[in-house]
């Protein structure tokens, strides 16, 4: 696929009082937007979360790690299939990734900075040396580098990508040539509404202390609660070239879609349980470029006396709207559109859903139609 062809997702959820995504003083991050305060998940945080998602939920998915330790994740697997122990595992674990010239970080054994691959990479790695083991285990560390020192491995992890590395890419400041540019972009979670912080004030008791009435430990926990504004978009060519296969790529958009939608950021969910699942999903593809849509949210939602419409039903009104005004007035309709809704059928906001992105599906349907939408698009290309 070489033209440009987008996947834009727009999800509203509802989360109650929780702590998300905290910034350096504890409370949940926040932003002016609109000219008011905002609830605010960071991408950071909401890609973690899929990224997650899929390690616990894509059964064919081959794994991916982040992380600074490289050499320690490579030397397991040598050991784990040549049985060869872990101190001589690690020298040549060192020894065969030392020309890559990898900063090193602060830690023995760790990089200075984060280092995204897929296990079937270090695989392959591995496998370029693995008949030479039983000789290099025998080698002085001098030796040992010199006999190392061709191996391909910045080949090996500049192909066979795991879907997670593929979609949201690799970064290597002062190693350019390991980098892969992200086919997905997501977007700070807003609120589309005010938010205050609040403060739980909360006491912990000491089970056995029988002497004294008062609180073993007291503190405080900044909370907030928000309906959510969440927007990705995934460019379906550049998933393409990064992982080099027509049907991957749809799977993976699909995998995408389902893990974006369903997946939660963990921070401070013991205390508050703020699992929820989105009130609505609406999907559209797109030929020319992403649209995110929230600006449909720069005046923010308001509850006012006999409203009968929650926060999140007014919310969904907006996005419907802005998607109609953009669309009439750019004059570039997208070339599929779809949603999942839970609101009532016979709601104005599931007129206004319906109006703007079709019929209410299930979410396993939009996740078909999505698929069947991609497979049609490059057919028809």
């Given at each position: 696929m070489t033209s440009r062809l987008y996947v834009d997702v727009h999800v509203l959820q509802t989360v109650p009082p929780a702590n998300i995504n905290r910034d350096d003083n504890g409370d949940p991050k926040e932003a002016y937007f609109g000219g008011v305060r905002r609830s605010r998940v960071s991408s950071q945080a909401?890609?973690?979360?899929?990224?997650?998602?899929?390690?616990?939920?894509?059964?064919?998915?081959?794994?991916?790690?982040?992380?600074?330790?490289?050499?320690?994740?490579?030397?397991?697997?040598?050991d784990d299939r040549h049985r060869i122990g872990m101190e001589q595992a690690q020298r040549l674990a060192n020894a065969v990734l030392q020309p890559l010239k990898i900063k090193p970080g602060r830690k023995a054994g760790e990089t200075a900075y984060l280092l995204f691959f897929g296990y079937e990479q270090l695989d392959a790695i591995i496998d370029l040396f693995a008949e030479q083991i039983p000789e290099l285990v025998e080698l002085d560390d001098d030796t040992l580098a010199e006999r190392l020192k061709d191996v391909d491995v910045q080949g090996r992890l500049n192909q066979g990508h795991p879907l997670d590395v593929a979609l949201f890419g690799r970064m290597v400041a002062d190693i350019p040539a390991l980098n892969v540019d992200a086919a997905t972009q997501v977007a700070h979670a807003l609120s589309t509404h005010s938010v205050e912080l609040e403060m739980d004030y909360y006491t912990a008791v000491d089970d056995e202390n029988e002497q004294n009435t008062g609180a073993g430990m007291i503190g405080t926990i900044g909370f907030n609660s928000a309906t959510l504004y969440r927007y990705a978009t995934l460019g379906v060519h550049q998933l393409e070239k990064n992982l080099g296969d027509a049907e991957a790529t749809d799977d993976g958009a699909r995998l995408f879609l389902d893990a974006f939608s369903r997946s939660m950021p963990t921070g401070h969910i013991n205390s508050y349980a703020h699992r929820t699942r989105p009130s609505l999903v609406a999907v559209i593809v797109r030929a020319d470029q992403p649209v995110n849509l929230v600006s449909a949210f720069e005046k923010p939602v308001a509850l006012r006396d006999g409203d009968t419409e929650g926060i999140a039903e007014k919310s969904a009104c907006r996005l419907a709207a802005e998607h109609e005004l953009a669309v009439r007035?750019?004059?570039?309709?997208?070339?599929?559109?779809?949603?999942?809704?839970?609101?009532?059928?016979?709601?104005?906001?599931?007129?206004?859903?319906?109006?703007?992105?079709?019929?209410?599906?299930?979410?396993?349907?939009?996740?078909?139609?999505?698929?069947?939408?991609?497979?049609?698009?490059?057919?028809?290309?």
């Open positions: 909401w890609k973690r979360a899929t990224r997650k998602y899929f390690a616990e939920h894509n059964p064919t998915g081959s794994g991916a790690v982040r992380t600074k330790q490289i050499a320690s994740q490579l030397a397991k697997r040598l007035q750019w004059g570039d309709g997208p070339v599929f559109a779809g949603a999942c809704h839970t609101f009532a059928p016979d709601s104005r906001a599931a007129r206004s859903v319906e109006q703007a992105f079709g019929p209410n599906h299930t979410f396993g349907d939009l996740l078909d139609q999505l698929h069947r939408a991609l497979r049609a698009q490059r057919e028809n290309a």
